[in-house]
């Protein structure tokens, strides 16, 4: 039985607090599954979805770790309306062998507010919950502040995505 950590976020870029996650969430796991949003649940403006795929791959490529993986999916189950935590796990299960386990990463913030989460006690029920610790404070905000700025993300993201977004333009239209 393998367990799966599923990490869905906007990756709107990808941050290095994105990356402790991982570390935090491979300790307990043995896959990671990074789960870009296609549309975000509160209308959140995001960069183009495939090109958060594209920085979400490159992001995996810098972790160097056969482990963590893209998992681009949320187009293929979207709809009109954005795609829940409920609808992605049980998307993802549909997918997977019976004897895998499925956890969904949350963070401190999301863990604090998860009854509100939609289909919250489903969730509960048929899978684990796994709450990681917020360590580094990098946040794709930040980054995207940073670019409108012209100031350096060096130290903010990985290195494939700082130089992806370095000759792309990804946010020059885009509000933090």
């Known amino acids: 039985m393998s367990r799966i950590a599923v990490m869905g976020s906007a990756f709107n870029p990808p941050s290095l607090g994105h990356k402790d996650v991982v570390e935090q969430a491979l300790k307990q796991c043995d896959q990671v599954w990074l789960v870009p949003a296609f549309r975000h649940a509160w209308g959140k403006k995001m960069a183009a979805y495939q090109q958060r795929c594209e920085m979400v791959d490159l992001f995996v490529q810098d972790i160097a770790d056969p482990r963590v993986s893209l998992c681009a999916i949320e ?74 700025q012209h100031k350096s993300i060096t130290k903010m993201t990985t290195a494939r995505v700082a130089d992806y977004l370095s000759t792309h333009p990804v946010y020059a239209e885009i509000s933090s």
């Open 75 to 148: 187009h293929e189950i979207a709809s009109d309306k954005p795609v829940y935590s409920y609808d992605l796990l049980a998307a993802l299960q549909a997918r997977i062998q019976t004897d895998d386990q499925l956890l969904l990463v949350i963070g401190p913030d999301n863990a604090a507010s998860f009854d509100k989460f939609h289909r919250a006690a489903d969730i509960q029920q048929r899978w684990q919950l796994l709450v990681v610790k917020e360590r580094v404070s990098m946040r794709s905000t930040k980054i995207r502040t940073a670019l409108q």
